[in-house]
């Protein structure tokens, strides 16, 4: 295959991830608020799924350039086209099977796992952008305990601040204000996720040589594209994973998703504006354990929990692995 062909096949691969990612990280958005039953499964990812669009006027393209450059590009090098092209397949593949498991792994890190396996199979881990990965990586920690701190933080201050209203009162209340906290949320996962997939876009142009390395921003239509594939998968929705999320974990209420969704969002917005690409499945389960603990402890059902960290655990080495075989066969059939 010539250049060009490499990398439209490449691109066309990562718009169809993007579907993917937004097909299974659906539950990120919604969980809470089908549990709660404030939107019916339907009317939840349609809601979801507008803000998930909307969120391309609220940030620049920083995680993006970030993604685009955690593997040394040689510009003009259809063999990296091939690498990108790699990383996509172990990603997916991934996602796939996760999704058929209910589990709710990180789509993010499955890139991020892929795209650096492939490269380290091209090239030996000198091709590495280090200081990027590590920061990714600290963030792999971070943005859990950030939402789960944010989430127990929210719910004992609300708790607080409201103590002195009716039950009732609260739910009626809460159940609007998680409209908010959704697409809220909403927002803060398309402008993270989306911006993966700009990111292995013009990580695929560079290499096709039709980008220069150093460019600022993505072209407009790579950003309308990828938006829009994301919140056309999150449209889908994911209903093994939502079901996990929404009412395996942790019972929850309206007050209780509102606190969720917010911390969040809060980690997201503050992730995103810090450049750094995060998982957003491992910042909501986050943020619904701390909202769960600080009721019950006996309510969050740990087993379950350890699952999720196992599958968050195994993510990158095992869609690195995948891509990593990809690659190989890839370059045996060029």
């Not at 718009?15 to 990120?28: K, L, M, S, T």
């Not at 350039?65 to 996509?88: C, E, H, N, Q, R």
């Not at 996602?95 to 890139?111: F, M, Q």
């Not at 075989?325 to 045996?332: H, N």
Request: glycine share 12%.
């Amino acid at each position: 295959m010539n250049t060009s062909t490499i990398v439209i096949i490449t691109i066309a691969a990562a718009i169809i991830f993007d579907v993917i990612n937004g097909f299974h990280d659906a539950a990120n958005s919604i969980a809470t608020v089908v549990s709660t039953r404030v939107l019916t499964p339907r009317q939840a990812v349609l809601w979801a799924a507008g803000f998930n669009f909307v969120a391309l006027f609220f940030f620049h393209q920083g995680v993006a350039k970030t993604v685009a450059s955690l593997v040394k590009i040689t510009p003009g090098d259809p063999a990296f086209a091939y690498v990108v092209m790699a990383g996509l397949v172990g990603a997916i593949v991934w996602n796939l099977l996760t999704w058929w498991w209910g589990l709710p792994s990180s789509s993010s890190h499955a890139l991020m796992g892929g795209f650096s396996g492939a490269g380290v199979f091209y090239g030996g881990t000198g091709i590495l952008q280090l200081e990027k990965l590590s920061l990714t990586a600290k963030f792999i920690v971070a943005s859990p305990v950030m939402g789960f701190v944010l989430g127990g933080l929210l719910m004992v201050l609300l708790s607080w601040v409201f103590r002195r209203w009716r039950p009732q009162k609260v739910d009626r209340t809460f159940r609007v204000g998680q409209l908010v906290s959704a697409a809220a949320y909403s927002i803060g996962h398309g402008a993270n996720d989306a911006q993966k997939t700009i990111g292995i876009i013009m990580a695929a142009m560079v290499a096709g040589g039709y980008l220069a390395p150093d460019a600022d921003a993505a072209p407009t239509w790579v950003v309308f594209a990828s938006y829009g594939a994301m919140a056309l998968g999150t449209s889908m929705g994911g209903w093994r994973i939502v079901r996990t999320m929404g009412t395996k974990l942790t019972h929850l209420r309206p007050f209780g998703g509102f606190c969720a969704e917010t911390a969040g969002a809060i980690t997201l917005f503050v992730a995103t504006s810090l450049k750094i690409p995060v998982s957003t499945t491992h910042t909501i389960t986050g943020a619904i354990v701390g909202v769960g603990s600080t009721t019950r402890m006996k309510g969050i059902r740990w087993g379950l929990a350890s699952r999720i960290v196992w599958a968050w655990i195994v993510t990158i080495p095992a869609a690195g692995l995948v891509s990593a075989v990809t690659l190989w066969l890839l370059l045996q059939l060029r």
